[in-house]
């Protein structure tokens, strides 16, 4: 997330009661989650196997619960519980603000020329919607997400909630993130009833222009779907992932987070993708996902498998029996 203005390491040392290693003079642009980070970035760490990912990425600020060497121009913050201090920065810097049930759509909302928007739905603060969109009844649209023009999402969908990740404490319960991200829809996307689309962590979750998504499809925090794909009903996407363009997704496709699926790639019906495939035109079927073609030569060869097993065992028996019959002649 992007805060509104860089803030200094040592105002926000002062907020979470740390010690500073490092460069005190260090302004934060903005809050990040390690997998994604830029100059300016702060972000926590409290595992020892991810100290030096964190610490030598580009971040700026680190929030860490143990002190260590810093690099040069930047910022360490020590505290006790990295988490905590990371979660109630960003409840500081982007504050849950309900809805009012006198406004169900948000006066400070941003809605264009010639959309219709139908009875029942919600619109958050901060909300953008472009020039002749379609939002049909009892939609949800959260804070700040961002919708561009010529857009249709159908009747009771939810755009924009909080991300389904948490963090594992030391008593194995878990705390959830505050997520501070948007979703951001490109124009001329259209988004079928009942579907899910979570905001980034920190970052955006993105639907790339052109895309058309299917009734009750799934889409995780900080996904990235690209141009002109084509995503049908009861399909799964995990977070992080990114989605190519001009891919074809089938019906209850399953895709694991933090992947990539190549341009032009076709998943076939109840494909579980668990590792990053390329595109190029393939196409994909199975759990896990492999190319067709050679997927389809496996079911057929299976197929002839009890065959093969009646022959074998044939061969066995004729075999074992000749051997006993000489046996008994000696």
Not at 10 to 32: M, R, W
Not at 159 to 181: E, L, T, V
Not at 291 to 308: G, I, T, Y
Request: contains cysteine; glycine residues 10%; hydrophobic residues 35%.
């Amino acid at each position: 997330m992007k805060l509104a203005q860089p803030i200094a390491v040592q105002e926000i040392a002062t907020l979470i009661n740390a010690k500073i290693i490092g460069d005190p003079t260090v302004k934060v642009h903005h809050l990040s989650e390690i997998h994604k980070v830029q100059k300016g970035s702060l972000l926590f760490v409290d595992h020892e196997k991810y100290y030096n990912r964190a610490i030598y990425s580009t971040a700026t600020a680190i929030i860490i619960d143990k002190e260590v060497e810093c690099p040069e121009g930047k910022a360490l913050l020590v505290v006790e519980k990295p988490f905590e201090a990371y979660n109630s920065l960003a409840l500081q810097y982007s504050p849950f603000v309900p809805i009012s049930k006198k406004f169900p759509i948000s006066p400070n909302a941003k809605i264009g020329d010639n959309t219709v928007i139908e009875p029942g739905v919600v619109i958050g603060h901060g909300v953008t919607i472009g020039h002749d969109c379609l939002i049909r009844a009892n939609t949800v649209i959260c804070d700040n997400t961002k919708i561009g023009d010529n857009v249709i999402i159908h009747s009771n969908s939810s755009i924009g909630n909080d991300a389904f990740y948490m963090h594992k404490k030391s008593d194995k319960s878990y705390d959830r993130w505050h997520s501070i991200g948007r979703v951001i829809i490109e124009s001329d996307v259209e988004i079928g009833a009942n579907c899910t689309i979570d905001k980034g962590v920190s970052g955006d979750t993105i639907i790339g222009k052109g895309t058309k998504i299917d009734n009750l499809v799934h889409i995780g925090h900080g996904v990235e779907v690209g141009r002109h794909c084509i995503i049908a009903a009861q399909v799964g996407i995990a977070g992080k992932t990114i989605i190519q363009d001009h891919v074809n997704i089938y019906g209850q496709v399953g895709i694991s987070k933090s992947l990539v699926v190549g341009e032009g790639a076709t998943l076939l019906p109840k494909t579980g993708v668990a590792k990053s495939i390329p595109g190029g035109n393939r196409q994909y079927i199975g759990v896990p996902a492999g190319e067709a073609r050679s997927k389809f030569r496996e079911m057929l060869a299976m197929r002839h498998l009890p065959d093969l097993v009646k022959k074998m065992d044939k061969l066995y028996d004729e075999v074992f029996n000749k051997k006993d019959e000489q046996s008994n002649r000696k």
